[in-house]
């Protein structure tokens, strides 16, 4: 598997190739997309360590839920509306966290990780069904998380 770092140049190499076979993968739906994406993410995640990566963690921003606002306002010693005004701003309707990257990675990982945002906790995402309905999403975390791009370097051998 790539090292985090390596990533983006990677995926500019493979970037267009990835596209077409994105629209290739919509256009024909493989009945065991979702199993095998769900055998390889079981597999892959098993050998890569996320603290050791955080690349999600450094240049997405995740969006909370009202619960999660609760739960980690309460961890922090916050209200509800006061840590909406520190740490998120409103986008399209949802509530993401204000920033470039995420206010709460620190050099020793995510400082609220055991109480950490339901999208942080299911991202990328390749562990659910209906994979052929995020396959953009899947292209575009190629870039960004290093089990997603070897994922999808499987299916291009597979397909
Ligand atoms: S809350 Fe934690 S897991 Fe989620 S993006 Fe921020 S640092 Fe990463
Ligand atoms: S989910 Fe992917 S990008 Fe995020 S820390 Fe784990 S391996 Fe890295």
Same mark, same amino acid.
């Given at each position: 598997m790539l090292a985090p770092d390596e990533l983006r140049k990677a995926f500019k190499m493979v970037e267009e190739e990835n596209w077409a076979f994105r629209a290739f993968l919509k256009a024909t *739906? =493989?009945?065991?997309l979702d199993r095998v994406v769900n055998e390889w993410h079981k597999t892959l995640f098993a050998e890569m360590d996320c603290r050791s990566c955080q690349n999600c963690c450094k240049s997405m921003t995740p969006a909370l839920t009202n619960k999660d606002v609760a739960r980690i306002a309460g961890v922090l010693g916050l209200t509800f509306d006061d840590f909406r005004t520190k740490y998120l701003k409103e986008d399209g309707g949802e509530w993401i966290v204000n920033? !470039?990257?995420? =206010?709460?990675?620190t050099n020793d990982g995510c400082s609220i990780y055991d109480y950490r945002p339901k999208a942080c906790r299911e991202y =990328?995402?390749?562990? !659910? !069904? *209906?994979?052929s309905s995020r396959l953009m999403s899947l292209v575009a975390n190629c870039a960004v998380c290093p089990v997603v791009f070897e994922i999808f370097e499987k299916l291009k051998k597979r397909y």
């Amino acid at each position: 598997m790539l090292a985090p770092d390596e990533l983006r140049k990677a995926f500019k190499m493979v970037e267009e190739e990835n596209w077409a076979f994105r629209a290739f993968l919509k256009a024909t *739906e =493989p009945d065991d997309l979702d199993r095998v994406v769900n055998e390889w993410h079981k597999t892959l995640f098993a050998e890569m360590d996320c603290r050791s990566c955080q690349n999600c963690c450094k240049s997405m921003t995740p969006a909370l839920t009202n619960k999660d606002v609760a739960r980690i306002a309460g961890v922090l010693g916050l209200t509800f509306d006061d840590f909406r005004t520190k740490y998120l701003k409103e986008d399209g309707g949802e509530w993401i966290v204000n920033g !470039k990257s995420c =206010p709460f990675l620190t050099n020793d990982g995510c400082s609220i990780y055991d109480y950490r945002p339901k999208a942080c906790r299911e991202y =990328p995402y390749t562990d !659910k !069904k *209906e994979t052929s309905s995020r396959l953009m999403s899947l292209v575009a975390n190629c870039a960004v998380c290093p089990v997603v791009f070897e994922i999808f370097e499987k299916l291009k051998k597979r397909y």
